[in-house]
Structures are given as structure tokens and as C-alpha cells.
């Protein structure tokens, strides 16, 4: 049924109240033919977010820079391809926030939209034993409405998440058989069933856990969905045992002797792999053959030599199976293949299967010893902290690193967790980092919940950096070729009055940096006198941001960029900001520098970036509302508000 029509006759109906007919409209539009099901529950974060605009702050006093802090002193162990020895590259600039992750989700998607390689998330498994608050109060088994407000939490939160996500980007998200059925649904329908890359089960609890029911537990889930067809997982490192198979050597690399036969394949799915092979008991080759499109087979034109033998690929039980390459690149590449005796002592053709730095493609069972929740997580955070318990049920770090490799092999990967907990994906991010000489970065949210924030997740990866004593009294040396900058999310009234726009363009700086990746104040290089209508940034290379905050002052600000040219002479296009009431960014005005910067009007650029994950903001109060429903408006208490994004409406889960 065409849903315009239908909403045009709930308008005409008689009989019903304004707001009944607005919730009749509501359900059209948001009905579904298949999918989960659950009954919104309001949110308080949600809540502030209909009045009001979030921003980020620094804690200033928070702020750990590298080059505060002493080199390492294993730097011959940080030493990676195409660096100068001793060198190391430039430290990332890691970023923590203290706040409700759908307010710190909101601001991201300002500064990192499309920009995100990795997200990995590990939320409350919603076990019922008070592992989760929604709106302040614990969520309890016996609480009706526990999967719907788990549902609707997450569903806020995944839809801006997949926002971040680079095209090319992947999604890991963990979690157990409590809300498993229900995650997989609801990332299906976000990211689509075709982007389900795989379903890692890790056995995290080798000791079991039990369970009322009579079964214990040992595992938990990795959802792992791409962004989009382009989505590829990363490769994991060959264990020890995987390396030692590979016992002969060329000039080119480290391989084993494998049957050429292709492993499950069969004739039928690729005819033209199945062709005859001429063999010796030291010679191979491709006969004189061609191919028949009618029949689709090989017809052979030549017959064989003394000695030589046809081999086809044939398994043990006569099954008609298919070569691995085709005949082209047998004939170019004769030194990787070779005829050998199977298993039968029967001559055979072997390739060499080489050891590529790419590492292995994961499988979907994680059973090392080393993703012992327990061994490797619990008694870490012990060895940082002391004997003291500051945090229950972290990961292990070496399950983290290997869903991070997984997530993105890029050395450069932006990396988000809005479920930080502890703090373990950063900390398993600078490993990678020291591992690999890698520059990966990662975004961190987390609420300050019993203090966690600061005194565990901030202290946990302050340790990690700095360095500290472990429970036995060794010195464990600080990774410090990292920066971490502590930022608090505050809000701005939404309300777009002139008082409100200046205010939210004052307080953007941090929002700007973040989103330019520019964190070096440099104003006073470029202008001596103290002022607060423009300011400089710069990311310590060629990058350069400026934000001018008086559009009164444009004409000065050309020169002061002019100047910057002049000084700095940045490669890059400068970023420029300007306070504008509107959407123009004063293009004229800037027009002697304009083919050297990138212009951009504030406050409108966030105002933009908001607008699509904002809840719906209450408006007027008006007496009648038949006039003014239009299709797609959500209602509440007689008052219009805008389409909302994030409004479910459906049957009790």
C-alpha cells in the first residue's frame, strides 16, 4: 500500500484526536515487513540532546605529550623500516572522553564522519546483575522492558557509529549469548546482511563459567560486519607452529611443499582448471591441448613422451577436482612447481606455498591460551594497579590486539571505542604502535561512572605510557612516544540564536583541533600581541588550521594568513573557519588567499554535521495540529517536533 495515500486518510479520519492521528502517522512510517522489534524506551542522554548541542573540552592538567617525556631506553627495539636509526616516528595523538557516548558520538561525527578505519566495542552484556544503568537506575533480570532498553541504547548508538565508519571501514562488536540474537539482527539491519564479514568465538574463560541451567560457559562472540562491499578483514600473525611448516627456503622467500590439487574445489565450478599435466620423475609440463566451449573440456593435440605421465587433478576417491592456477601461469612460473610421490607413491604435482608477510586470514574458533580473560586481563590490570581490583572483567589485551589486526592491518588506522571500560583497545593500540612502528590512533568514550574514567581508564593508559612498578617491583618502561589529550563533553543550547552561535563558535577550538588533527597553538608566531579573535594551529609538519571568531575582522585575517604563507609556507591548504549567522564563509573577502586555504562557515559546518543523528527538539505548542501534520512528524503531548532519528516504536521484547 502506497504509505502517502494511507497517511492522507488517517489526516481525513473522524472520530480521533490530534493526538491519535499523529501517533497513527508515526506508526506508518516506521512500520516493518521484517526485522526485530522493540518498544522505545527514552533515554536521558537522549534527552539532553533535544535542548541541547554537545562540544568537547580539554582537561588541560590531563594532557600527556611525548615530548615531555623521555625517550625510550629500548629504542633499538623500536627501530622499523624506512626510519633512521634511532628514529621514531611521530607520536599519535590519542584521545579519551569523559561523557555519555551518544553526546561524545553526536560531537565525533563533526569532526571524524567518514573518517573512522576500526571501531571496537565491548557494551554491557546485560546479564541482569546490575552490569548496566539505563537513565541512572540498574537494569535487573527481572525488569520487563531489559532486552527493549538494551536494544534501544544500542540502536542509537550503532546508527551515528556507522555514520564515523570509512567506507572500506569494519565494525567489531563483542558480546555473549545474553543479547547475541538481538545484536546480530540489529547490525544486519544497520549495516546490512551482506556485510557480515564473520563470527569469531573466543574462548575467553577456559575454566568455564556456570550457569543455573547446568551449562558452563567458555566463550563469548565477535560480530565483525564491513561498511560495505569494499570491506576486507585484516590478516593475524602465524603462530610458531604455523611458521615452522615452512622449512625450505629460495631467494625469495620461506615455502613448503603443497598438492597442487586445489583443496575442495571440483571440476564443475571451473572447467578450464581441469587439464592434463605431462610428468617425469624429475619434469612436468603442459602438452599441445585446446579447448573445446561446446563440451568445455581440453582436447589433447599431443601425445605423451617416453616416460611421461598424465596426471589430472584426481583425488584419492576419483573425484574429478581442479588445478589451483591456470595453464598460462604453470608455463610462466616453472620453478614453483615440481612432481613428487603422494601418498599412494604415486607421482604427483606439488607447488610451493609460500610465507607472505600478510599473516593468515582468521579463522572463526580463537582458543590460544593467551585470550584468558582472567590471565591476561584481570591480572594485568592487577599488575598495573597494584593487588587492588579497580575494574571487573576486562579483556584480555592479546584478544583485543588480534581484533584490532583483524579490524584493520593499516599502520595509520583511526580506532574508536565508545565502551571503553578499562581502557585495554588503547592500550593494546600503543603495543601495536611499538610493535610495528605504526602511528595508529585511538578514540576512546567513557562515562566516569565510580570514578572509572579518570582513575582507571586515563591511570590505566597514564601507566602504559609513562611507565610504572608492577606488583613485584620491576620497572616497566612507559611506551612514551604516544599523546593523550582528556577531553569532557559540556553542551551549547540548541536554540540557533546569534548568543548561541558565538558561543558554540567560541567553544569549537577543541572540536576543530580534534577534526584537524592540529593540537600546536602557533598564534603567537604569526601575531606577538595577545588577542582572542583568531587563532593558529598546527600539527608540528605542514598542516595549518585558523578560526577567527569575529566577522569584523576578515580584513586583518587575510593578512595574518598572508603572513603565515610567507613564514610556514604549508603544503597543504590551510583550514580556515570563520564565525559567520549564516552559511556564507565571507568567499570574497578571502579572495588574495583563497587558492591557499580551505573555507568553512561556523557555526553552520556543525550545525550540519548534527542534524541527522540529533532526537527530534520540541518546537511550538499549538491548539490544533490537523494543518500541520506532515508525513514523517513524530508527536508528543501536542507539540510538533522534527522527523527523529532515533524514535522505534513496536511490541515489547
Known amino acids: 500500500m502506497d504509505k502517502k495515500s494511507l497517511i492522507e486518510k488517517i489526516k481525513s479520519l473522524e472520530g480521533i484526536n490530534q493526538d491519535e492521528r499523529a501517533y497513527l502517522i508515526n506508526l506508518v512510517n516506521i512500520k516493518k515487513k521484517y526485522g526485530l522489534v522493540w518498544e522505545d524506551k527514552p533515554e536521558d542522554a537522549e534527552e539532553q540532546l533535544r535542548n541541547n548541542l554537545p562540544v568537547l573540552r580539554e582537561v588541560v592538567k590531563k594532557r600527556i605529550l611525548a615530548k615531555d617525556l623521555p625517550k625510550p631506553e629500548n629504542t633499538d627495539k623500536t627501530l622499523f623500516d624506512g626510519q633512521m636509526a634511532g628514529e621514531l616516528p611521530a607520536p599519535p595523538n590519542h584521545i579519551l572522553i569523559e561523557g555519555d557516548n551518544l553526546h561524545a558520538l553526536t560531537a565525533l561525527t563533526f569532526t571524524h564522519e567518514n573518517k573512522i578505519d576500526a571501531i571496537y566495542l565491548d557494551p554491557p552484556y546485560n546479564t541482569g546483575a546490575k552490569d548496566w544503568r539505563y537513565n541512572n537506575d540498574f537494569v535487573v533480570k527481572e525488569d520487563g522492558f531489559r532486552h527493549s532498553k538494551w536494544v534501544s541504547m544500542m540502536y542509537k548508538r550503532l546508527l551515528i557509529a556507522k555514520r564515523l565508519l570509512k567506507y572500506d571501514g569494519i565494525i567489531c562488536i563483542t558480546i555473549d549469548d545474553y543479547e547475541m540474537p538481538r545484536l546480530f539482527m540489529i547490525m544486519e539491519e544497520i549495516f546490512g546482511e551482506e556485510n557480515h564479514l564473520g563470527t569469531i568465538v573466543v574462548r575467553n574463560n577456559p575454566s568455564g563459567r556456570s550457569t543455573l541451567k547446568g551449562v558452563s560457559i567458555t566463550h563469548e562472540y565477535g560480530l565483525f560486519f564491513g561498511n560495505s562491499e569494499l570491506s576486507q578483514v585484516g590478516r593475524l600473525d602465524r603462530t610458531e607452529k604455523q611458521i615452522n611448516r615452512y622449512d625450505l627456503a629460495d631467494k625469495i622467500s620461506a615455502f613448503e611443499w603443497v598438492n597442487f590439487r586445489k583443496h575442495g574445489g571440483i571440476k564443475d565450478e571451473a572447467p578450464s582448471m581441469f587439464y592434463p599435466i605431462y610428468v617425469t620423475d624429475d619434469s612436468l609440463r603442459i602438452p599441445e591441448i585446446e579447448w573445446d566451449s561446446d563440451k568445455k573440456e581440453w582436447i589433447i593435440l599431443e601425445d605423451p613422451r617416453e616416460n611421461e605421465k598424465i596426471v589430472y587433478p584426481i583425488d584419492d576417491q576419483g573425484r574429478e577436482r581442479r588445478w589451483k592456477w591456470g595453464i598460462d601461469r604453470v608455463k610462466n612460473n616453472p620453478n614453483e612447481l615440481c612432481v613428487r610421490n603422494d601418498r599412494k607413491n604415486e607421482l604427483g604435482v606439488y607447488m610451493k606455498a609460500r610465507m607472505i608477510n600478510e599473516g593468515i586470514l582468521p579463522l572463526t574458533w580463537w582458543d590460544k591460551k593467551e585470550y584468558s580473560a582472567t590471565a591476561y586481563g584481570t591480572n594485568l590490570i592487577k599488575e598495573i594497579f597494584g593487588e587492588l581490583q579497580v575494574f571487573a572483567y576486562p579483556k584480555s589485551i592479546h584478544a583485543v590486539k588480534d581484533s584490532l589486526k583483524v579490524l584493520s592491518n593499516k599502520k595509520d588506522a583511526i580506532i574508536l571505542d565508545v565502551f571503553a571500560g578499562s581502557g585495554t583497545t588503547l592500550h593494546a593500540t600503543i603495543q601495536l604502535n611499538d610493535e610495528d612502528g605504526g602511528q595508529r590512533q585511538c578514540i576512546l568514550v567513557t562515562n566516569n561512572e565510580n570514578n572509572i574514567c579518570e582513575e582507571v581508564t586515563y591511570e590505566r ?123 556564507y564563509p565571507y568567499t570574497e573577502e578571502f579572495e588574495e588567499v583563497l587558492p591557499n586555504i580551505t573555507l568553512c562557515a561556523l557555526p553552520d559546518a556543525i550545525y550540519k554535521a548534527y542534524q541527522h543523528v540529533l532526537p527530534a527538539k520540541k518546537r511550538i505548542q499549538v491548539p490544533e495540529l490537523e494543518e500541520q501534520i506532515e508525513e514523517g512528524l513524530g508527536q508528543s503531548d501536542g507539540e510538533i517536533v522534527e522527523n527523529d532519528l532515533f524514535n522505534q516504536e513496536g511490541s515489547r521484547l
Not at 520 to 542: G, L
Open 461 to 583: 593508559n597514564k601507566k602504559i605510557i609513562q611507565g610504572y612498578s608492577n606488583t613485584k617491583g620491576e620497572k616497566i618502561l612507559g611506551l612514551t612516544n604516544n599523546n593523550l589529550r582528556y577531553y569532557k563533553s559540556e553542551f551549547v543550547p540548541r536554540d540557533p540564536s546569534l548568543k548561541n552561535k558565538r558561543l558554540l563558535t567560541k567553544l569549537a577550538a577543541e572540536l576543530l583541533s580534534i577534526k584537524e588533527n592540529c593540537y600546536n597553538d602557533c598564534t603567537s608566531e604569526i601575531i606577538p600581541e595577545k588577542q582572542t579573535w583568531v587563532k593558529f594551529f598546527s600539527d608540528d609538519a605542514s598542516h595549518y588550521l585558523c578560526t577567527i571568531y569575529d566577522d569584523d575582522k576578515i580584513e586583518q585575517s587575510v593578512e595574518l594568513i598572508q603572513k603565515l604563507l610567507e613564514l610556514k609556507r604549508p603544503q597543504e591548504p590551510i583550514k580556515v573557519y570563520v564565525f559567520s549567522n549564516g552559511q
